[in-house]
């Protein structure tokens, strides 16, 4: 089984900065994208950004030019800086993978994490 954790959440105030991390354990032969989504209080939840492994990215409108998505491959983790932060940022944000497990049976696997809370304060 393929597990993520999320880490980095927490309160901040407008204007400020967070960086979120996001790794993928357990049996892993490769993972082919990975992804960050939040969700608010009686909203949907959204995807944010989203990169493949060859490291194309895909932002939401709402966080162009404010938030980038990375990844290192290597570690199977993936990160999202957050600048500029806004009231509107906050939410619990989902880490999500598609990718392929190890040995033995190299099944597909698309997983989510348990999320971690982003609070900006007004």
């Known amino acids: 089984q393929v597990h993520l954790v999320e880490s980095g959440g927490g309160l901040v105030q407008t204007g400020g900065s967070l960086r979120l991390s996001c790794v993928a354990s357990?049996?892993?032969?490769?993972?082919?994208?990975m992804g960050w989504y939040r969700q608010a209080p009686g909203k949907q939840r959204e995807l944010v950004a989203g990169i493949t492994s060859g490291g194309r990215t895909n932002y939401a409108d709402s966080v162009k030019g404010r938030f980038t998505i990375s990844r290192d491959n290597a570690k199977n983790t993936v990160y999202l800086q957050m600048n500029s932060l806004k009231p509107e940022d906050t939410a619990v944000y989902y880490c999500?993978?598609?990718?392929?497990?190890?040995?033995?049976?190299?099944?597909?696997?698309?997983?989510w994490g348990q999320g971690t809370l982003v609070t900006v304060s007004s």
């Open positions: 357990g049996s892993i032969f490769s993972i082919n994208y």
């Open positions: 999500n993978a598609a990718g392929s497990s190890g040995p033995p049976s190299y099944r597909s696997f698309e997983v």
